[in-house]
């Protein structure tokens, strides 16, 4: 369904509310109107929460295999989230969506059929499972099992339930943020907050008699400043991202956020051209773990290796690694946010060690590549929303701590490169091969941090990678992110500080001999 546009004098607040009930919408505040609108010290929001009937899902089920097929589900899902922005000390924009339906998919050996609806009543559930059911014609059928409300372990707890949370508390935070980010430099020239939070109920109901059901809180707070020096500018960027409820901002105030954003900004202004060549790296820990999230937990995805062309592919059980690499998947650190109850699947969220000391041990899988490779459900099946497949993705993903001292990681290291922090990359899943873009970088010279470098990239194979990981520290940390694979996706990266031997680097200038 396309989401039809409002503006706020369009719509009251209590239409809008039931207007979800048709599927989504979206309604986004003109400046003018808007202040008006967040400083409303109304009523809770509606909630996600979804009241469906067991027999009706049982009824789309049944309809779902109807011609056959082994498996079927109904994913059925109530999203109400608000994005603020502010920038140049104003607030410039707040959108405040739900988006409500279901999807209901069928496989067939390894076919997969699938359709939704974004208006949920029985007579569209039915049409849907009926549309999707076309892939398993003539196959044989499985007698599905009459649903039956099932449990699952929570690893999320709220103290400060966003729905009770009035709007002013939100655009305060993004004041006070803001207000810090300024206060930190005067060559802080702008600074940008994003606030986003939704609430998402989700109700997963399949052939094989399971029936669950969860609301899920996520926040996202973003900041990102300019600083600006006499012949150059950098861009800063922090995020900070819980399932959670407000009481995020307790644990990380918003002035934190924005002072740890305004110092990057300031510090590199100070940057020289990043030399060119192969040469060590030590990584802070934290979001430097999106290395090994791109580099190797993709290639460890069971999709690709159900299809024989994964980097990993044959490798199960063999050294792939150097013995001090340990790589975890786990969905269940609480509140993280890569964390949910159970995947959008119903399979339990849990601990996951991909690779012990070199060996790899697991792939991450959904129910259709854990049947296809004979491997156990490790609780990865995800997806953006009611309207995708779910497909396997990583959770909560990090190199495990070990025992090194990061400080005796970096005083052991004569020269190479300092990654404090990475902007994003892209990895191939196929070969292996990926390459980074750093934000914050400096040089090691004689076991010391020295320059701020600025125009680095980081190029290489993940095997070479993992290979060549020597140290890991014991401070292991984590940052939140958005993964894409077709979908988007919820995720922690993390690490220890490590060091990596041998790394291409792509610069702006030669390397000295």
């Not at 546009?5 to 048709?22: N, T």
């Not at 996202?220 to 300019?226: D, E, K, R, S, Y």
Request: hydrophobic share 35%; charged share 25%.
């Amino acid at each position: 369904m396309k989401l039809k546009g409002y503006f706020v004098e369009d719509i009251p607040r209590r239409k809008f509310l039931e207007m979800s009930l048709k599927g989504g919408i979206a309604v986004a505040a003109t400046p003018s109107l808007m202040m008006q609108l967040l400083s409303c010290k109304s009523s809770k929001q509606a909630s996600a929460k979804l009241e469906l009937d067991p027999q009706i899902l049982n009824n789309t089920i049944r309809k779902a295999l109807e011609k056959g097929g082994e498996f079927a589900d109904v994913y059925v899902e109530n999203r109400i989230s608000r994005r603020i922005l502010m920038e140049e000390s104003k607030f410039k924009s707040a959108v405040f969506g739900i988006s409500q339906g279901a999807g209901i998919r069928v496989i067939s050996g390894d076919k997969t059929g699938f359709a939704y609806t974004d208006d949920i009543t029985e007579e569209n559930l039915l049409r849907a499972a009926e549309v999707a059911s076309y892939v398993a014609r003539e196959a044989k059928a499985v007698e599905p099992i009459d649903i039956k409300q099932g449990e699952r372990e929570s690893y999320i707890t709220v103290k400060l339930p966003l729905e009770e949370v009035v709007d002013e508390k939100r655009l305060e935070v993004m004041k006070r943020a803001n207000q810090a980010a300024l206060d930190y430099d005067p060559r802080i020239k702008m600074a940008s907050i994003s606030y986003y939070d939704e609430i998402r109920g989700r109700t997963v109901s399949n052939s094989e008699g399971l029936l669950l059901s969860d609301e899920l809180p996520l926040l996202f707070f973003i900041v990102q400043t300019l600083g600006v020096g006499k012949n150059t500018r950098h861009m800063g960027r922090e995020r900070l991202s819980k399932h959670s409820g407000f009481e995020m901002f307790d644990m990380v105030t918003p002035e934190e956020v924005a002072r740890t954003c305004a110092r990057e900004s300031i510090v590199m202004l100070e940057a020289k051209d990043c030399p060119a060549g192969k040469m060590d790296i030590v990584m802070q820990n934290g979001w430097g773990g999106v290395l090994v999230h791109e580099a190797v937990g993709h290639p460890l995805e069971a999709d690709n290796i159900a299809k024989k062309i994964g980097a990993f592919t044959g490798k199960l059980g063999k050294k792939v690694a150097s013995d001090v690499f340990t790589m975890v998947d786990d969905g269940s650190l609480p509140n993280f946010r890569g964390t949910t109850n159970f995947d959008d699947e119903g399979t339990q969220m849990k601990r996951n060690v991909l690779i012990k000391e070199g060996v790899l041990e697991k792939y991450m899988t959904d129910i259709l590549s854990a049947k296809q490779i004979n491997m156990e459900r490790t609780g990865n099946g995800r997806r953006e929303s009611f309207r995708y497949i779910p497909i396997p993705r990583m959770t909560n993903t990090f190199i495990e701590k070990g025992k090194d001292k990061p400080e005796d990681i970096l005083s052991s290291t004569k020269s190479g490169i300092y990654v404090q922090s990475l902007s994003g990359g892209s990895v191939n899943p196929i070969t292996g091969m990926f390459n980074f873009t750093c934000r914050e970088v400096y040089m090691i010279e004689n076991g010391k941090k020295t320059t701020p470098l600025k125009g680095a990239t980081l190029i290489g194979s993940c095997m070479d990678i993992i290979k060549n990981i020597d140290a890991v520290g014991d401070d292991l940390a984590f940052g939140p992110g958005i993964c894409g694979k077709g979908q988007a996706a919820e995720v922690s990266a993390g690490q220890p500080t490590v060091r990596i031997r041998g790394i291409n680097v792509g610069g702006s200038r030669a390397r000295r001999s």
